[in-house]
């Protein structure tokens, strides 16, 4: 337990234009209360606070971590006669810590797609790194995830209140949660590997790059090294990525790999074309009896 002379840094968690599915997500985290024992929360949707939302909107409270969910938009969406962008920039400017919990929150999201030239994060566009991000860039922590895992968020908090550094990648995404891939940690990479395919969603056997569209090579996360629940992942029940960590999420026509006579244009991280073609080149002139035997008995 935290020592009662111990001060606690102040939370104050703000949503924009969100499914709530991020605040969902945080509250399953199997050791939610003791965490939050370590912290005042200021202002939550869900949780005891010590503020009402028109308290956030109305008075200027100080807080040591701002935590925001859900795709921003500039004008148009108020609360109290205030736009909430606006008390998002307020809170922000003297924030000590910035956290964008959430794809929406960090890259626009789902949200975005509505509409592109207005709804964005809250210091991306896509791809693209807004205004803001020069100002508030060394006290942001950008979580995107749809949802984020709640031990991702977790980690961020504890290395916060014990004051250590977190080393973030150009995006200003924590390395520790970000610095591979979702498909490095797949339990089906041997399939991938030797371009053996799945039969069909759900199939608990097969890679789902070729015949589903998973993204999991593209996507940078630890989803199959934190599992969910502590028990799975998408890619492990048979669902394949759908890159929601990533900038470009979400893409279109989902579930398929785009190819030009039948090789991938676009090829996994940190490898070359040439030497991706090479490597798919060899592996498909292998038959290996024992992955493709696993699939026939699943099957049966």
Same mark, same amino acid.
């Given at each position: 337990m935290p020592s009662k002379n111990k001060k606690k840094p102040k939370i104050i968690w703000l949503q924009s234009i969100t499914c709530n599915g991020n605040s969902h997500s945080f509250l399953n985290h199997? =050791?939610?209360?003791?965490?939050?024992? !370590? +912290?005042?929360?200021?202002?939550?949707?869900?949780? =005891? %606070?010590?503020? %009402?939302?028109? @308290? #956030?909107? !109305?008075? %200027?409270?100080? *807080?040591?971590?701002?935590?925001?969910?859900g795709a921003f938009r500039k004008e148009g969406l108020k609360k109290f006669n205030k736009e909430v962008y606006e008390v998002a920039l307020s809170y922000? /400017?003297?924030a000590k810590h910035i956290i964008t919990a959430g794809t929406?929150?960090? +890259?626009?999201?789902?949200?975005?797609?509505? @509409?592109k030239d207005n709804i964005s994060g809250f210091c991306f566009d896509a791809q693209n790194y807004l205004d803001n991000f020069n100002i508030y860039k060394d006290r942001l922590i950008s979580l995107?995830?749809?949802?984020?895992?709640?031990?991702?968020? %977790?980690?961020v908090l504890q290395m916060i209140e014990n004051k250590k550094d977190i080393a973030l990648d150009e995006l200003n995404r924590p390395l520790e949660l970000y610095s591979s891939t979702i498909h490095q940690g797949c339990s089906r990479s041997e399939?991938?590997?030797?371009?053996?395919?799945?039969?069909?969603?759900?199939y608990k056997?097969?890679?789902? +790059?070729?015949?589903?569209? *998973?993204?999991?090579p593209f996507t940078h996360g630890s989803c199959n090294k934190i599992l969910w629940n502590d028990v799975s992942s998408k890619t492990n029940i048979g669902t394949p990525c759908f890159g929601c960590t990533e900038p470009e999420f979400p893409k279109t026509n989902l579930f398929s790999t785009?190819? !030009?006579?039948?090789?991938?244009?676009?090829?996994?991280?940190?490898? /070359?074309?040439?030497?991706y073609l090479t490597v798919t080149g060899i592996?498909?002139?292998?038959? +290996?009896?024992?992955? =493709?035997?696993?699939? #026939?008995?699943?099957? @049966?």
């Open positions: 199997p =050791e939610l209360f003791f965490i939050l024992s !370590n +912290f005042e929360m200021l202002y939550h949707p869900f949780l =005891e %606070s010590k503020y %009402s939302l028109k @308290d #956030i909107f !109305n008075k %200027s409270i100080k *807080c040591d971590i701002l935590i925001l969910e922000a /400017s003297s929406c929150a960090t +890259f626009g999201g789902v949200f975005k797609e509505y @509409d995107p995830g749809c949802p984020i895992h709640p031990k991702w968020l %977790s980690f399939y991938f590997e030797w371009k053996v395919d799945t039969k069909g969603f759900g056997e097969g890679c789902m +790059f070729y015949e589903l569209g *998973c993204q999991a785009p190819t !030009n006579m039948g090789i991938p244009k676009k090829v996994p991280l940190g490898i /070359s074309k040439r030497a592996a498909k002139g292998f038959k +290996f009896q024992r992955l =493709e035997s696993r699939l #026939i008995n699943y099957e @049966d």
